[in-house]
């Protein structure tokens, strides 16, 4: 299955695509102005890194070499501004030495303002050229961000000051100290969660339903307990990097209220965060929480804090009113989180945390897809697969005519079909109605679902001007037919496959796949067994022919052993199908 090398080429996608997540392609123009990455982290002190020039005076238009160097280092952004104003635009601009290692930003407007790196590849030194303008009259300091790695860098780091030739030479500290955001010690919890105040004083999530934080490896957890004016959280799940849950006016991602727990080798991060659209998380700082604590014990990571109701003066969200909730996990990797690794689970209802202690579950499929995959399994595992044994061998079987004179196989193979080919449709809209548009992130799950909806309707367009039985045009009919309903017999079971691997549906690894090929592997059986039997069927009749003994009586007890045979198998046809359908329909329903 091709959809784990297509998920990670997701991934790379959005590392490139998302420069507030990781800045690992140096597109930073978000952060021009204050040179901070939004990494979510305080910058540090003492910077290790220098800026040195190849000289101390410059006149209108001269060229100018700014060199960084330092222990080893991954990202970068260079600026040149007034000497007496750090805080207002860059001056000037850049003209780059090595591309491969450096590039030029837009920053304010102004083109080649400034220059950062152009992967997260280690270096030690960076050399650029700057270019000084024909209207400055005032001194320009060179300002310089540095990053080690994702939480390890030293913002603004000041450089020497380059003066007009004609002015007084201008002297500052070398260096700055960025203080850091006081917040509350963080400890170590001594034990497990308890689930025994869910309902009564804790509001709790749990998924699965009634799973218990400290003895079951794969439950996620998070409870809200209210002590006058504020809330202590608690939050666990599997140890695989971050656990993260938001607070969200509606069950879609954006303009949420969300609180991270961060592995980073065996320390937890605690961070409050703004998640704006369907974009990386902004981390805060932690100022907000207060009582932080956190667990790192066999395999699962638990962490704790103690939050106010409300928040003056703050975006955070106050807790007395009502909210959907969301609860995700994903990897991290020194501290950088990235994509969560299964849909989050979602609640089903707004809920008030702070009013009447609940002990609630939620779901990590939507509605709409689990509908969706729903409607799919019950057309090509049910109503398609039986459509086409009924035409393909049961002809013999009922021949009689039905309504409107057509025979009985006719009738229910049409019926079978059309609503194959009903469910497609309604089933193929739910996702866009979900999404509101195209989904990528469904790669060739998508399309080939377009092509199984267009196949679909093909036939019963064809269906509909099927030529007469003896019509020269009639075998052209049966092939096109038997051909296109083949083709998307295949194309249906390939995108169920890839679907069944979207996080949209969240069925469980690996059973799904191995449920799947069951089902492909029973249908396939019993289509080969019939196709034996009716070869073996014909073969005995042809030899009851050229004996010639008893001919019709014994052709018409060969027909009726046949018939029998094939309704057998038809039963017990159905009511595999009919097992594997609920299989499906039963881990659709628990997620």
């Given at each position: ?179 850091s955001p006081t917040s509350s010690p963080i400890t170590n919890l001594k034990k497990s969660f308890s689930t025994l105040n869910c309902g009564r004083t804790k509001f709790c999530i749990r998924n699965p339903v009634n799973c218990d934080p400290g003895n079951e490896y794969h439950c996620f957890f998070l409870s809200f307990e209210r002590e ?77 804090f103690r939050r106010n109701i409300s928040l003056p003066g703050s975006k955070r969200f106050d807790l007395d009113q009502k909210y959907y909730i969301f609860l995700a996990n994903g990897a991290a990797n020194d501290g950088q989180i990235f994509k969560h690794s299964q849909q989050p689970l979602i609640t089903s209802e707004k809920h008030d ?239």
């Open positions: 299955m091709m959809v784990p090398e297509f998920t990670l080429g997701i991934w790379l996608l959005l590392q490139l695509i998302s420069p507030v997540a990781n800045y690992a392609n140096g597109k930073v123009t978000e952060a021009c102005h204050t040179m901070i990455p939004l990494h979510g982290y305080t910058p540090q002190s003492d910077p290790i890194h220098k800026i040195t020039l190849n000289q101390t005076t410059f006149l209108p238009g001269d060229t100018i070499t700014v060199t960084l160097s330092g222990p080893q280092f991954k990202g970068f952004l260079i600026e040149a501004r007034n000497a007496n104003d750090l805080d207002s635009s860059p001056v000037g601009s850049f003209t780059l030495i090595d591309r491969e290692v450096s590039q030029l930003l837009t920053c304010e407007d102004k083109e080649g303002s400034a220059v950062s790196h152009t992967s997260p590849a280690k270096k030690t030194k960076i050399q650029v050229h700057w270019n000084a303008p024909s209207t400055v009259n005032y001194s320009v300091q060179f300002l310089a961000t540095v990053v080690e790695k994702y939480k390890i860098y030293w913002a603004k780091i000041r450089g020497p000051i380059l003066s007009p030739s004609n002015a007084h030479p201008f002297t500052v500290s070398q260096t700055t100290t960025v203080s006058n004016n504020s809330v202590l959280i608690e939050m666990s799940g599997p140890n695989e990097g971050y656990l993260s849950f938001a607070l969200s006016h509606d069950q879609w991602m954006g303009d949420d209220d969300g609180y991270l727990c961060i592995r980073e080798d065996e320390t937890v991060h605690i961070h409050p965060s703004y998640v704006i659209g369907r974009s990386h998380p902004v981390l805060d700082s932690s100022t907000a929480l207060e009582a932080m604590a956190w667990r790192l014990a066999d395999g699962v990571v638990q962490c704790s945390v702070t009013d009447h202690p609940k002990n609630i579950g939620g779901s990590r499929s939507p509605f709409l897809l689990k509908v969706h995959g729903a409607f799919m399994f019950v057309a090509w595992m049910t109503t398609g697969s039986i459509g086409v044994l009924v035409a393909r061998f049961f002809k013999p079987v009922w021949p009689k005519a039905f309504l409107f004179g057509e025979a009985v196989w006719f009738q229910v193979h049409r019926i079978l079909m059309l609503c194959t080919s009903g469910l497609t449709t309604v089933g193929f809209v739910l996702p866009f109605i979900y999404r509101k548009g195209w989904s990528q992130e469904a790669g060739y799950h998508s399309y080939l679902g377009c092509v199984v909806l267009t196949l679909a309707v093909l036939q019963l367009l064809l269906a509909v001007f099927r030529p007469p039985s003896h019509d020269p045009r009639r075998q052209i009919f049966n092939w096109t037919h038997w051909g296109t309903g083949t083709a998307v017999r295949i194309l249906a079971v390939t995108a169920i496959f890839l679907g069944m691997d979207l996080p949209g549906l969240n069925l469980p690894t690996p059973g799904k796949t191995y449920a799947m090929i069951g089902f492909v592997g029973w249908h396939v059986g019993t289509e080969i067994l019939l196709e034996i039997h009716a070869y073996r069927l014909t073969r005995k009749v042809e030899i009851l022919e050229d004996d010639r003994i008893q001919i019709l009586q014994s052709f018409t007890t060969a027909e009726a052993e046949g018939q029998a045979f094939k309704k057998l198998v038809f039963v017990v046809y159905l009511c595999g199908n009919v097992a594997f359908l609920f299989i499906f329909l039963y881990a659709i329903g628990q997620q």
